[in-house]
């Protein structure tokens, strides 16, 4: 069972918005920190924003500072990832992980959810 499952994905054109989400699937991911990771089309995963669980600070990637922002709902065990101002190269598979907060390493890895821009 994947343990985590990300939505939202889908076909925008340039400048508009997508909302992805993160739900926690077969256990519990409070106490972790949680981050999203993306995979352009021939290239390797790249680090893309997180959030820790201790003080909820967020970082992000330089190429999305500005545009993305994420999020958590404790209550309802998802993350989120607001995009805004998309542009073509945000196209990829963005994925959901998660690892514990006195670690380096994320652990745990969704599927996957497809994100592609039009220009």
């Known amino acids: 069972q994947v343990p985590l499952v990300e939505s939202g994905g889908g076909l925008v054109q340039t400048g508009g918005s997508l909302r992805l989400s993160c739900a926690a699937s077969?256990?519990?991911?409070?106490?972790?920190?949680m981050g999203w990771f993306r995979r352009e089309p021939g290239k390797e995963r790249k680090f893309v924003a997180a959030i820790r669980w201790i003080g909820g600070t967020t970082s992000y990637a330089d190429s999305v500072k500005g545009r993305f922002t994420m999020s958590r709902d404790n209550v309802k065990d998802t993350v989120y990832l607001q995009m805004n101002s998309l542009k073509p190269e945000d196209t990829a598979v963005y994925y959901c992980?998660?690892?514990?907060?006195?670690?380096?390493?994320?652990?745990?890895w969704g599927q996957g959810t497809q994100v592609t821009v039009s220009s």
């Open positions: 992980a998660a690892k514990s907060p006195y670690g380096t390493t994320y652990n745990y």
């Open positions: 077969g256990r519990t991911f409070s106490g972790y920190d």
